[in-house]
Structure formats: structure tokens, C-alpha cells
T-cell receptor
Framework: EAGVAQSPRYKIIEKRQSVAFWCNPISGHATLYWYQQILGQGPKLLIQFQNNGVVDDSQLPKDRFSAERLKGVDSTLKIQPAKLEDSAVYLC?????????????FGSGTRLTVV | DAKTTQPNSMESNEEEPVHLPCNHSTISGTDYIHWYRQLPSQGPEYVIHGLTSNVNNRMASLAIAEDRKSSTLILHRATLRDAAVYYCILCGSSNTGKLIFGQGTTLQVKP
């Protein structure tokens, strides 16, 4: 089966500019997640969608980050305006649920450098 | 969210077995024990998961303590390609299925 697709693979922007990342999850996976991974740390969950509704966005810096999942499939994550500390890899993941078990698949991520 | 404790780093020699420990003393009854690994410049990839019984797949084995408060990921013959960060994560209906990552264990494999 096809994996989780993300684009772009790399992005370099200046601080205060805006940037958007795109994610296409595995077909049939109802739940989609965006993670932020700063160099040397484990991924940090930013937002969780169930179909096209937000389940948890408690860790999303809402003054500058926004995310949407149109029609319960593709998702975009936007940063506006970007700060230097936003430099990180942004990972998208999707999951299925079966009798108590959540099976995850991750994309390769988008590496963002803010200069 | 339930927490796990793992050593920061471990070393192994190529073609030898590796035992990666994980403590999770606050695990709830519905939490599955997940192991993911992350190779350099890639997203995390699934390794194995279990609930109560030991599990085997083509990549690894998972040994779960009888009280479920600890588990061990076993790589039977480490290769250089197994060098990665290994994450032990509890996930289940108690946290709406969220994977919450810690620091993981960085595994170095020496030729």
C-alpha cells in the first residue's frame, strides 16, 4: 500500500515569512496527526484530526500555526509568521483503529529551516 | 499520558543480539506497548506492538513482563542498518490513541 505522502521535502524561508506543508494520508485512515521534531528530540504532537474534525490541538501554537483537513483526507499545516525556533522536521502520520489497537504510519517529513 | 523510561543510548556489535529495555510502571489495562524506530532523516517506522503476551515478527521480538510494568525489545542479530533511535510508547483508548514520544534509546551498532 502507498505510504503517507508529504511535500515539500525541504523548505528554507526567512523569519516572518509564511510556509505551508501538505500531507496525504493512507487511504481509509480516519485519524491524521502533525508532529514537530526539533533536532535531537523526539517528535512532539501538534494536532490530531479525526476525519475532518480536530480532536486535540492543545500543543499547537495557535497564534502562528494553523491546520486543516479538508473532506477528511488531505491536510495542510501553515506557519505565519515563522520564527527561528520553528526550524524543525514536520511529520505527518495517519492511523487506523482495530479492537483497541492504533496502527500508525508516518511520512518522511518536511525539513523546515528558518533563517 | 502514561510515561515510559528508556536508557538514552546503547551499543551493540554487529550480528549480536540486542535487548532494549523499557519501563512503564503506570501502564493502564487498555494500553498497548508500541515500539517504533527512526533512522536518520526518516520518519518513525513501526517495529512491533503487544498487549500482554510476548510477540514475534520478522523484525524483532517483544518480551512483556507478567505485571506489564516493563518490556524488552529484542533484535536477534543486529545489523548496521538497525542503528536508529528506538521509541517505546504506550498507546490506547486511555489517551485517545495518541503516540506521545519520549527521548528514546539511540542504538549504535559497531561492525
Amino acid at each position: 500500500e502507498a505510504g503517507v505522502a508529504q511535500s515539500p521535502r525541504y523548505k528554507i524561508i526567512e523569519k516572518r515569512q509564511s510556509v505551508a506543508f501538505w500531507c496525504n494520508p493512507i487511504s481509509g485512515h480516519a485519524t491524521l496527526y502533525w508532529y514537530q521534531q526539533i533536532l535531537g528530540q523526539g517528535p512532539k504532537l501538534l494536532i490530531q484530526f479525526q476525519n475532518n474534525g480536530v480532536v486535540d490541538d492543545s500543543q499547537l501554537p495557535k497564534d502562528r500555526f494553523s491546520a486543516e483537513r479538508l473532506k477528511g483526507v488531505d491536510s495542510t499545516l501553515k506557519i505565519q509568521p515563522a520564527k527561528l525556533e520553528d526550524s524543525a522536521v514536520y511529520l505527518c502520520a495517519s492511523s487506523f483503529f482495530n479492537t483497541g489497537y492504533y496502527g500508525y504510519t508516518f511520512g518522511s517529513g518536511t525539513r523546515l529551516t528558518v533563517v | 499520558d502514561a510515561k515510559t523510561t528508556q536508557p538514552n543510548s546503547m551499543e551493540s556489535n554487529e550480528e549480536e543480539p540486542v535487548h532494549l529495555p523499557c519501563n512503564h510502571s503506570t501502564i493502564s489495562g487498555t494500553d498497548y506497548i508500541h515500539w517504533y524506530r527512526q533512522l536518520p532523516s526518516q520518519g518513525p517506522e513501526y517495529v512491533i506492538h503487544g498487549l500482554t503476551s510476548n510477540v514475534n515478527n520478522r523484525m524483532a521480538s517483544l518480551a512483556i513482563a507478567e505485571d506489564r510494568k516493563s518490556s524488552t525489545l529484542i533484535l536477534h542479530r543486529a545489523t548496521l542498518r538497525d542503528a536508529a533511535v528506538y521509541y517505546c510508547i504506550l498507546c490506547g483508548s486511555s489517551n485517545t490513541g495518541k503516540l506521545i514520544f519520549g527521548q528514546g534509546t539511540t542504538l549504535q551498532v559497531k561492525p
